[in-house]
């Protein structure tokens, strides 16, 4: 049943996790950009978060200037490389192509994207330069997309910006989160270190900001702070057993896939409990990485299912199985996992056997570190509630976005707060 | 039973479809592959005066994802030795006695001329063809276009021909001319059995940008070459037609030449009066098999329509080729937008209200994006239903009952014509027009190339 073999080396793993959107070669981004009709105030413009300009950067493709194409994406999104692959395209920029509504395969907007970012990124091609320094310096708290785009936007206004991240690698979630088919740790490095050269914006790795001191500190020695901070740990659920060895959340799960490859232990029979994006990536990574058996677990119905079809059909194409109106009542296990028990709709009892349980149940919010800060508005959830026209929190010095402010979407509109906020702060300092 | 042979000027093939003199035809090796592949007849290379050919030799214009949508090239006649041209012109009568096989020459002097057509009579051909055409380096020893620039020396020459040759001859005509009439008269004048044209356009077809020289760069230089394939033929259509309706051409048979590819471009051609067609760019692209495409959809044509023979429909189209002044004045046709088929892409829209006449409206609220046509601003020019990328999707619609017909013809015998430049009867009065600072009024929706914020 089981398609993939366990990787046992870096050959191996790369092959059960080939890339889903490929780099384009130069003759397959000549074709696919001379589809595009350049719609008039383009409804795929429209659905992209970030507003980029399509149809100019598709035509640019086209007539072989790729770097000013490269200049258009970059101009309204600072995470236009990652975004071009890893972006659910489908329903955003290439689920609004016209071409759809005549049933006939959209405009490749995404992979045209990252083809033309990429080829500045390997030429190295300085497009932006920091403005003229102003004087003033922005802290920023996570370098995950949201910090790095307000970071780079705040660059090119003139503000010094020094990025607080608590692991030793930028990129957030981009890097410890997302399915290792959608984007390569290089791809996600490369860019930033692209922006990075070019912007010279400091990163001050292996520093967590955790205390009221710190927090103390950021406020008097800059002129405003920008929150980035993502989402927590995979949250705790309080179901029987859930401490038992072999069971683990799905972020850390796949932070350590994207770390470690071929290394990643996991189970022969795995179960993933959730049904939103995460529990699809989670039981996707878990097929390709080996397992025997997959099979997702899901409260309720199919219909009711958090996550995008498209990713709920790659989990199934990759062998995983789906259990529906199964509620997890206990992991079972002497120490170490050995099975869960789960009641159907009927509240009829019944189990699965496994040696692994992934648990994709949400994240944590950040809420201790937030509950820090003076008269920082959040909602019940732990979300940082901001004015969305300049993504400024309730208090004043502090503005925020991405995972932190919308309890977890995608990268592009982490960095689309990122962008917005630097003109929030922009603005609120020129006032 | 459909029969597409045909009798050219005393040339017989057994069907219309030849191969131009070019590169397709620079040897017996390939005619008798084109001859095999379907073709019936083949004009050869240009054969005459000794030549020398430049490395790099073609350029192209390629649109969107189409190549070679325009080609051209600075070759010159056939650099082969005349000998071997001539004995494989008669190896290929050998194997194909029924296949047409015509020379093309060009030579300079009334000696040369007499030469060379005993030479090929002599090998075989079934005719012959006058390169008057070549736009490029031929013309610049007066030969070529440089002859059929100028009607009198054609005439002459043509005249030596038809002292000379006991085959039938064709004069190949330039286009680069402004009245086509001027040489095909000449030509008929001279005595000419039949004519073809066109031959290319002078033409650049690009520079590059690095070395900035013309395409084909030869060593840092470049000159105007010859242009041809699809982009051509409306101009060869447009000559084919001026030389089939005038009187004292009509009756010498054409063969058409141009942006031939498909069996349509074949049908449009012998509409208007071709009943031989030449092709060399779509074979220089996809080599000889496109005949099998161009022969099946004329027979598919000619079965529809009940036509036995090619004669039956050559020229039909000639009648509805008219002057302007000869138009209906109150045919009155609307723009029609089919709601289930459009795709919301609003090119329509930005057309009409760009590059027309502001008869398109968008409706903010609609998700769908359809545009609606205001049809008492519509003035039926067509330009939506060309942009439109959906297939029968605008479609313009006769709203005139037909009871109505005026020309401006007939307005001028009736001296009803506007003849000031204020006239109440002139067309554009009446016409809704927005005044010019509505284009600031108007609030620009079209976000392209804004700020994504507004501060
Ligand atoms: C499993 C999974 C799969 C996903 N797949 C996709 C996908 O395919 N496509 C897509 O577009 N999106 C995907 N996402 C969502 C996407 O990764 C996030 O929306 C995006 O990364 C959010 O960016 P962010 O900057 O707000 O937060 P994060 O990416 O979470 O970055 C926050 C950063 O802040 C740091 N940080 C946190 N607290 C502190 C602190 N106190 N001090 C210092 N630093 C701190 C963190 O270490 C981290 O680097 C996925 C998410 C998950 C969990
Ligand atoms: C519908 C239409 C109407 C035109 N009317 C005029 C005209 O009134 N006067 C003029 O000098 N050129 C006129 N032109 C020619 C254009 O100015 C231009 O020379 C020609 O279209 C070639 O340019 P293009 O093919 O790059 O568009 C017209 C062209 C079009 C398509
Ligand atoms: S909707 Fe599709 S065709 Fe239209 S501009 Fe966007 S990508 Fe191009
Ligand atoms: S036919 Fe011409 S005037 Fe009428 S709607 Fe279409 S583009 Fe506008
Ligand atoms: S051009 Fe055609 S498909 Fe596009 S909006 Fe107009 S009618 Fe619809």
Known sequence: MSQYKKPKNEQEFEANFKQKKPLMNDTEAYYASSKCLFCYDAPCMDACPTGIDIPLFIKQIHTKNTEGAAKTIYDSNWLGNACGTICPTGVLCEGACVYNHQNVLPVEIGRLQNYATKSVIESGKQLYKPGDDNGKKIAVIGAGPAGIACACELRTLGYQVDIFEAKDKPSGLTVYGIAPYKITNEEVLDEVKYLQDQLGYNVKYNSPITSKEQLKKLEDNYDAIFLGVGLGKTAYRNIPGEDKEGVVGAVEFIEELRMKHAETKVGDNVIVLGAGNTAMDAASESARMGAKTVTLAYRGPKERMGAYSFEYDLAVSAGVKSQFNASPKEILGNGKVEGVLFTDENGKEFTIECDMVIKATGQEKQGNLLGMIDSLQLDKNNIIQVNSKTNQTTNPKYFAGGDAINGGAEVVNGAYDGKLAARGIHQYLNQ | ?455
Not at chain 2, 352 to 374: F, L, M, S, V, Y
């Open chain 2, 1 to 455: 039973m459909t029969d597409i042979s045909i009798n050219f000027a005393g040339i017989k093939s057994p069907n219309p479809f030849w191969l131009a003199s070019a590169p397709p035809t620079n040897s017996g090796y390939q005619i008798m592959k084109a001859f095999d592949a379907g073709w019936g007849g083949a004009v050869w290379k240009t054969l005459g005066m000794p030549t020398i050919n430049v490395s790099s030799r073609y350029g192209s214009v390629n649109y969107r994802n189409i190549r070679m949508a325009g080609f051209n090239n600075i070759e010159l006649i056939s650099d082969r030795p005349l000998e071997d041209n001539l004995r494989e012109i008669e190896e290929v009568k050998k194997y194909y006695p029924n296949h047409a096989v015509i020379a093309s020459l060009m030579v300079d002097s009334r000696e040369e001329w007499e030469a060379i057509i005993k030479e090929v009579q002599d090998a075989g051909a079934d005719g012959i063809e006058l390169n008057f055409g070549c736009p490029h380096g031929m013309c610049e020893r007066g030969m070529g276009s440089a002859v059929g620039q100028e009607p009198e020396v054609l005439k002459t020459i043509v005249g030596w021909v038809m002292d000379a040759a006991k085959i039938p001859v064709i004069t190949k005509l330039s286009p680069n001319i402004s009245h086509i009439t001027d040489p095909g008269l000449a030509s008929v004048q001279g005595g000419t059995d039949a004519i073809s044209l066109i031959n290319t356009i002078k033409s650049i077809v690009g520079i590059d940008l690095d070395t900035y020289a013309p395409y084909p760069v030869v060593d840092g230089k470049g000159t105007n070459g010859g242009y041809c394939g699809p982009a051509v033929k409306p101009i060869a259509m447009h000559m084919l037609k001026e030389l089939a309706q005038h009187p004292e051409i009509k009756s010498t048979p054409i063969s058409g030449i141009g942006g031939i590819e498909t069996w349509r471009d074949v049908v449009e051609f012998i509409l208007l009066g071709a009943t031989s067609v030449q092709v060399c760019t779509a074979v220089m692209h996809y080599g000889f098999g496109i005949v099998r495409e161009m022969e099946a959809g004329l027979r598919q044509f000619m079965t529809d329509k009940g036509y036995q023979t090619i004669y039956d429909f050559a020229g039909k189209a000639l009648p509805n080729v008219t002057e302007w002044r000869h138009l209906n004045l109150k045919y009155d046709v609307k723009a029609h937008i089919n709601k289930e088929k459009c795709v919301g892409c609003d090119l329509c829209y930005i057309a009409c209200d760009d590059g027309a006449h502001q008869a398109i409206k968008i409706n903010d609220n609609d998700r769908n994006r359809i545009p609606e046509i205001i049809e008492e601003n519509c003035v039926g020019c067509n330009l939506c239903s060309l942009v439109c990328p959906v297939e029968d999707c605008i479609t313009m619609v006769r709203k005139d009952d037909g009871s109505q017909h005026v020309t401006w013809d007939e307005l001028t015998l009736a001296d009803k014509i506007p003849n000031t430049f204020n006239d109440d009867r002139a067309g554009g009065k009446g016409h809704f027009v927005p005044t010019p600072d509505d284009a600031l009024k108007a609030k620009r929706k079209d976000r392209s190339g804004q700020n994504q914020f507004d501060f």
